[in-house]
């Protein structure tokens, strides 16, 4: 920042000499760490570089589909693209990003804690990760996998392009998703701070708390799918083959019972990141902790309930379709009760408009547009048309990339001098910000045109009539993509470069915030005891009005 | 309200509506969407708006404690839950219809492969590739199968959709209420080809439908069929394919077409029959039934009859059965009665009873 901001303190702020950046140093040290906040570093890179493959693959396929012909790619290229498009994106970035990096980050800080409960596990998760991510990345090097990343037999097992190592590389990814969630969980029933009690907790720890119980009761069931289809695909023993018996459908229940619950393994974080700055940038006491807390919890327990509204068009039983309907319907509830909430806390607040901010309003509305979207095609009637076309791409990217990647992003920008001391450029951080809002929309919006007028997902060519929306699209997300390279350069710049931030920049009362930043090795110098409320911006002794609304 | 509806489908980009489903649909669609709009245009805002009214003013600036009321809590859970029922019990509505064929509808399968639809007439009617003709202001109901992988049926126009499952019969409907060409497409990613998978519905007005399909049974005796791989070509109605089939698998032996018991339930009247099992439930006998009869006789055994057949799974193609079970349809007397069939008089070799 070019001057002082006026939240400021006047002092000028100081860098910590020591820290648990430069406490042990060489390569080794960084590999071989047990440091979970060393380890939510690495993760911040694995996770971005997985992201820029996936926008750059992203972007091949806004570029073929600019034309109803072939483009720059064949066809089966473009299907490897996609599939490489979602598999990375979902499994390599959507699904570690924020537990990985910001929950090992942060979760211990802010449960005044020196470490999760098993440093070791941590470390292991994280190099299953990478193993997992090597061999998704092998498979798709050494001939690529064209089944999207839905695998769904029995297209997925007769396909001769290569499967068994994608499939593996999953398998393993979830064990790195058990090992986390079961750390996390641990974490935060054993080492939380004296003084702490479960209704002191900050609301970004209740958010992981309540992905971690689905990381670690879903996760297992995608394993033992990927697995049966690989051992399908491999020994031919006609699981889902109907000429021997099996059931392709049953494919797609157990897929799904696994992956509707991963979508709330990445948005519970990001609902979780969004309460933390909203208090924090408002000031102010979070509206409704009770009810923003145990809605995660909701989320996280009928999530598991709500898969078959993935099979409408499947042939499934019409009373089944209405029951998932209706179950599917009570996460919106949930999710709408988080957002009044998050409105009501910037009534009467003394907000910073800071970059985050510009990211709230988008996320906002993104979340109600993407939910209630979601609750339109839960409605069985309007599905049999939307199902399968770009409508529901538009819908689940509102929720992956308008919901989660803007609450990266403000988790990115609101704890970067957390995790590195340093500030990024107010200036170009807003003009980054307003960029990727504005080019979502501009890249999404035309999608849910597209859906309605009828252009099925998956589509390498597609008839001329659907072409002007797909220009839109692709000039859309060329916005996108800029705005994420000016975001990676100013962070670059900001690491080496960036002014010193001082311990507490935004003067949150996150409990993350009470150390140094960067905090150091052991993280307090003295274990912190809880005396308030969390997210508490009054001052002891301070005359405090109480509104009712 | 037609006008009101039009403009919002030019606004939302929807294809015309063209068929009796597309209608509701689009109602309820345009409400939806509505609700959705405007709801996060306001939430959208309403931040917006705090950050310039309650922005801060002072460094360390006090802010009040604001708790929600039980009304305030109440009327959190209850807006959305009231919108989001009432959408879903429209919808449900709806989709029960969609999902229930009228009785007197025209039956067509249909056989999907990697990467074009087949279609075949009930009845004594031709086959075709690609193109589907059908009668305007008639129900048409579609008896869909794949033989290779999961294949879906979409009509933007008419607002349908339906996945085709290989091994198994899936069916949807729908009543075309403006003759024109609509377009199919395929919307279960289905490898290469996936997205050239286009076929088209010919809507025709009932009396050149007719007509139409009189030229083309007459037509049928020169045609040269184009069975392809899909099993021996065939030149002539399904039905007699069916019964040619019914010879060939040797499926008379076992099941009389004139209404004699026999070792299996004879084939006259047997389609739209209610059966009891015998587990003691009671089932309908349609195209379900006898399909998943021949591939997976064992499972579902008519009371008083011995599970004695063999499977026919693997060798029979999909329009083999499909012929099978329109041959079975066209077996009927005029007085179709709906009571189980006679025992059979078939009677395996019993444990000699005790003395």
Known sequence: MSQPSQLHENKPPVYPAVNYLNADRGVWSWLTTIDHKRIGVMYLISVMIAFLLGGIFAMALRVELLTPGPTIMGANTYNRMFTLHGVVMIFLFMIPAIPGVFGNFCLPLMLGAKDVAFPKLNLLSLYLYWTGATLVLAGMVMGGTDTGWTFYTP??????????????????LGFSSIVTGLNFIVTIHTLRAPGMGWMRMQLFVWAI??????????????????????????????LFDATRGGDPVLFEHMFWFYSHPAVYIMVLPAMGVVSEAIAAFSRKNIFGYKMIAYSSLGIAFVGFFAWGHHLFVSGQSPFNDGAFAVISMLVGVFTAIK??????????????????????????????????????????????HWHDTYFVIAHFHFIMVGAVIMAFLIAVHYWFPKMFGRMYHEGWGMVAASLIVLGFNATFIPQFLL??????????????????????????????????VIILIYLI????????????????????????????????????????????????????????? | MTALDDLMRRLLWLPDARSTFAVPVDRLHFFVITVTMIASTITGLLAFIFFFKYRARRPKQSTPVVVPSVKFELVVIGVPLFFFLLWFVQGFKDYVWYTTPPKNATDVYVMAKKWMWKFSYGGEGPNAIGTLHVPANRPVRLLMTSRDVIHSFFVPDFRIKQDVLPGRYTETWFEATKPGRYQILCSQYC????????????????????????????G?????????????????SIVEYGKKIAMAQGCVKCHSLDGEPHIGPTWLDLYGKREVLESGDTIVVDEAYLTDSMIDPRGKIVKGYKPVMPTYKGRLAAPEAAALVEFIKSLRTQNLETVPSKEAIYEPAKPAPRK
Not at chain 1, 339 to 360: C, D, E, M, Q
Not at chain 1, 472 to 481: E, I, M, R, V
């Open chain 1, 155 to 172: 297209y997925s097992t007769t396909t001769p392009t290569t499967l068994f190592p994608v499939l593996l590389g999953i398998f393993i």
């Open chain 1, 451 to 484: 859906g309605n007028a009828g252009m099925p997902r998956r589509y390498y060519m597609y008839p001329e009539r659907f072409q002007a929306l797909n220009v839109a699209s692709t000039a859309g997300a060329s916005l996108l993509a800029f705005g994420f």
């Open chain 1, 339 to 384: 957002v009044f909430n998050w409105v009501a806390t910037l009534y009467r607040g003394a907000i910073a408009v800071k970059t985050p901010l510009i990211y709230i309003c988008g996320f906002l509305f993104f979340i109600v547009f993407g939910g209630m979207t979601g609750i339109a095609v839960a409605t069985v009637s309007l599905d049999v």
């Open chain 1, 493 to 549: 710049y900001a690491l080496v470069r960036g002014e010193v931030a001082g311990d507490n920049p935004w003067d949150s009362r996150g409990y993350e915030w009470m150390t140094t930043s960067p905090p150091p090795k052991h993280n307090f110098d003295e274990t912190p005891i809880i005396t308030k409320d969390p997210h508490s911006y009054q001052e002891p002794g301070e005359e405090v009005e109480h509104v009712v609304i």
């Open chain 2, 220 to 236: 049928l005796a020169e045609r040269v069929d184009t069975g392809g791989d899909d099993g021996p070509s065939f030149h002539g």
């Open chain 2, 191 to 218: 490898g290469t080809w996936h997205s050239q998978m286009w076929g088209e519905i010919v809507v025709m007005p009932g009396p050149e439908y007719d007509q139409w399909m009189i030229d083309q049974k007459r």
């Open chain 1, 209 to 238: 708390y309540a992905t971690s119980i689905i990381q670690v009761l879903a996760t297992p069931v995608i394993g033992l799918t990927v697995l049966l289809v690989g051992i399908e695909k491999v020994g031919g023993f006609g």
